[in-house]
């Protein structure tokens, strides 16, 4: 597998975690990521560094990325400790 594919493996990987986080559907999450520029921008270039990180982490660093351009999106949903 190439480094590409793997890196699109944890860009899935963090979708679908911080959705089932959120109680709504990897489709939402993709969504606003993409609004935001939040697939190219953030998740592909932390891939080298969060990828080591567990689950937990990877989602609470994609829900601050969310929230810090639109926290209307997370709000209510309780995702944020």
Do not use: W
Request: net charge negative; with cysteine.
């Amino acid at each position: 597998m190439s480094q590409e594919q793997r890196a699109t493996e944890f860009v899935i990987f963090c979708i679908e975690n911080t959705a089932s986080r959120l109680g709504i559907s990897g489709a939402e999450v993709y969504k606003e990521l993409k609004r935001i520029n939040g697939i190219s921008a953030f998740l592909y270039p932390s891939y080298a560094t969060l990828h080591t990180q567990g689950k937990d982490y990877i989602v609470d660093e994609t829900l601050q990325y969310i929230s810090r351009y639109n926290p209307e999106f997370i709000q209510g949903k309780g995702a944020l400790s």
